[in-house]
């Protein structure tokens, strides 16, 4: 059974960092594209960052760029996303996936139950 747990979320303040993590178990993980997506209040989930299985690829949304950071450690069957600089418009729950075909743009064959995130102003 495919589990991907992420943790690391709260409240913090604009301009604050957080760290989220998502641990998976139940799966290679090391074969695995690894993504975050978001879902805020309201709008639909939208995609956030993924990476290759090695780590060596990664590609953000562009409206992210240079703020958020994905990594991974295949070593601890966990992903990272480290977030900086957040904004109130970063306000939404977070979400870990995992899919063969994500670096291509097929849909995540996994999700986590995701984790909120809460930037106030």
């Known amino acids: 059974q495919v589990q991907l747990v992420e943790s690391g979320g709260g409240l913090v303040q604009a301009g604050g960092s957080l760290r989220l993590s998502c641990a998976a178990s139940?799966?290679?993980?090391?074969?695995?594209?690894m993504g975050w997506f978001r879902q805020a209040p309201g709008k639909e989930r939208e995609f956030v960052a993924r990476l290759n299985w090695s780590g060596t690829r990664t590609y953000y949304a562009d409206s992210l760029k240079g703020r958020f950071t994905v990594s991974r450690d295949n070593a601890k069957n966990t992903v990272y996303l480290q977030m900086n600089r957040v904004k109130p418009e970063d306000t939404a729950v977070y979400y870990c996936?995992?899919?063969?075909?994500?670096?291509?743009?097929?849909?995540?064959?996994?999700w986590g139950q995701g984790t909120q995130v809460t930037v106030s102003s």
């Open positions: 139940g799966l290679t993980f090391s074969s695995y594209t």
């Open positions: 996936a995992a899919g063969y075909g994500l670096d291509r743009g097929a849909p995540p064959e996994y």
